[in-house]
């Protein structure tokens, strides 16, 4: 009676025992997923912003380019190539959220892969508020998902819902159809879409816009700007489109130029 005790207590000691160690393997694992998550990011501070995806910052007193994961802004600086449509804007929006001397964390790419073959560091970037600019950007419109090299490919799924949802909303690159392409950016579809906004008008239209004294002209950058009579550059302003109020150049798109 003693040895069967014996044997059944040693046999409850051992399940127990294994147990525990799936317990404790499991706090392990999940605390080990949290160091990582933090230990993924590094703290660095933004010195320059190059365009809207590509940033200097300075990382423990070394100076890193770093050329954000999964995303493809329109070209401002590329040797050869004319600035493209919605790539000021997509500056600009970098500038704003990632200003010089400003704290960042870069979550680095996969261990292996952290660097592209310009040696330039691979990363998604985190705002002081914890939102990750490289989705905000994505979001509003300024730049698609793109450059897929697995396995750098952590947060593709989330990016490509956020492109969705810009794309859905015809927000800045996606406002021109057939713009955005698999491999970057058309800007025959932007001459395009200029020449059929000035020729394709009906007779009737055209002699009604003649009365309309507000001119829409979209300049070299893409930006959509409208000239009111009075205005310094009216006169010299060629325009793409005539409107008969500044509340239908504003439907339309377009704003008014920067004092």
């Not at 997923?33 to 190059?50: G, L, Y």
């Not at 952590?154 to 859905?168: G, I, P, S, T, V």
Request: aromatic share 8%; glycine share 8%.
């Amino acid at each position: 009676m003693n040895k069967r005790r014996t044997v059944y207590l040693k046999n409850l000691i051992f399940i127990l025992s294994m147990v525990m160690i799936g317990l404790l393997a499991g706090c392990s694992s999940l605390l080990t997923d949290t160091d990582n998550q933090s230990a993924d990011r590094v703290s660095a501070t933004v010195i320059k912003v190059v365009d809207g995806d590509t940033i200097h910052v300075r990382i423990n007193g070394k100076d890193e380019t770093v050329r954000m994961l999964l995303i493809d802004t329109p070209e401002t600086h590329a040797p050869g190539k004319s600035v493209q449509m919605y790539g000021p804007e997509a500056s600009q929006f970098a500038e704003k959220e990632l200003p010089v001397g400003s704290p960042i964390q870069i979550e680095e790419g996969v261990k292996g892969y952290k660097r592209d073959k310009y040696d330039r560091l691979l990363g998604y970037i985190y705002l002081k508020n914890g939102d990750m600019y490289n989705a905000k950007v994505v979001e509003k419109g300024f730049a698609r998902v793109g450059y897929i090299y697995p396995p750098n490919t952590k947060h593709l799924d989330m990016l490509k819902e956020k492109q969705a949802d810009a794309e859905k909303a015809h927000l800045g690159i996606w406002s021109i159809p057939g713009y955005v392409t698999s491999s970057g950016y058309d800007m025959t579809k932007v001459k395009t879409q200029k020449a059929s906004t000035s020729t394709n008008t009906s007779p009737s239209q055209s002699s009604s816009s003649r009365s309309c004294k507000i001119k829409g002209n979209i300049n070299s950058s893409g930006a959509k700007i409208y000239h009111i009579p009075g205005d310094p550059s009216y006169n010299q302003t060629k325009p793409e489109q005539l409107f008969c109020s500044v509340s239908e150049a504003k439907k339309a798109g377009f704003r008014a130029p920067k004092r």
